[in-house]
C-alpha cells in the first residue's frame, strides 16, 4: 500500500492565487488607510488652531514634516486602489499584486515615519523636556516588533520550503 503524498500550499492557478492575494491586501490596505487618514486629517487641522503661531520654530518644521509623511502615507496607501482601478481587465493582476503590496509595504514605512514624528510633536509641546526621545523609543520599538519584527518571525520560523 503506497501512502499517499500530501502537497502543502493550495492547489490554484496563477490568476486565481492573484485574486485571492489581491483580496487579501485589500483588506489589510483598509485598516492601513483608515489609521492614515484619520491622522492626517487631524494633522491638517493643527496649523489653522491659534496655538500653532505659537509653537517654536523647530515645533514648526516638526509639523511640516509630519504632514508630508503623512501625505505620502496617504498616497501609498491609496495607491494600491487606484493601481486596481486603473489595470483592471488588463490580464496583469499578478504584477498588480506585487507592485500594490509594494507601495503597501511604502506606505507602512512611511506611517511608521508619521507616527514617530507626530508622537515627537505632540511630547515637545506637552512636555518642553529633554526625555521626549526616551518617551518615543519604546513606542517606535513597539510599532517595530508589532508591524515587522513578529511577522518577519513568524515568516521565518513557520515557511515551508
Known amino acids: 500500500m503506497t501512502q499517499e503524498v500530501r502537497r502543502k500550499g493550495r492547489d490554484e492557478t ?3 492565487r492573484a485574486d485571492r492575494m489581491w483580496s487579501d491586501l ?3 490596505v483598509r ?5 492614515v487618514q484619520i491622522l492626517f486629517g487631524f494633522l491638517l487641522t493643527v496649523v489653522f488652531t491659534p496655538k500653532y ?3 517654536a520654530h523647530t515645533d514648526q518644521v516638526i509639523y511640516i514634516v509630519t504632514v508630508i ?3 505620502s502615507a496617504t498616497g501609498a496607501l491609496i495607491g494600491p486602489v487606484a493601481l486596481h482601478r486603473l489595470v483592471t481587465g488588463r ?3 499578478p504584477r498588480a499584486v506585487r507592485l500594490a503590496s509594494r507601495l503597501t509595504f511604502v506606505g507602512l514605512l512611511l506611517l511608521l ?3 514617530t514624528a507626530a508622537l515627537l510633536l505632540i511630547l515637545r509641546v506637552a512636555t518642553h523636556d529633554g526625555f521626549v526621545a526616551w518617551l518615543i523609543a519604546p513606542v517606535v520599538a513597539w510599532y517595530l516588533l508589532c508591524w515587522f ?6 515568516r521565518r520560523r513557520h515557511t515551508h520550503r
Open 113 to 115: 515615519a508619521t507616527m
Open 14 to 16: 496563477e490568476e486565481e
Open 91 to 93: 490580464r496583469v493582476k
Open 53 to 55: 503661531d505659537g509653537l
Open 31 to 35: 485598516v492601513a488607510q483608515t489609521g
Open 26 to 28: 485589500i483588506q489589510e
Open 149 to 154: 519584527g513578529l511577522p518577519l518571525w513568524v
Open 69 to 71: 509623511l503623512g501625505a
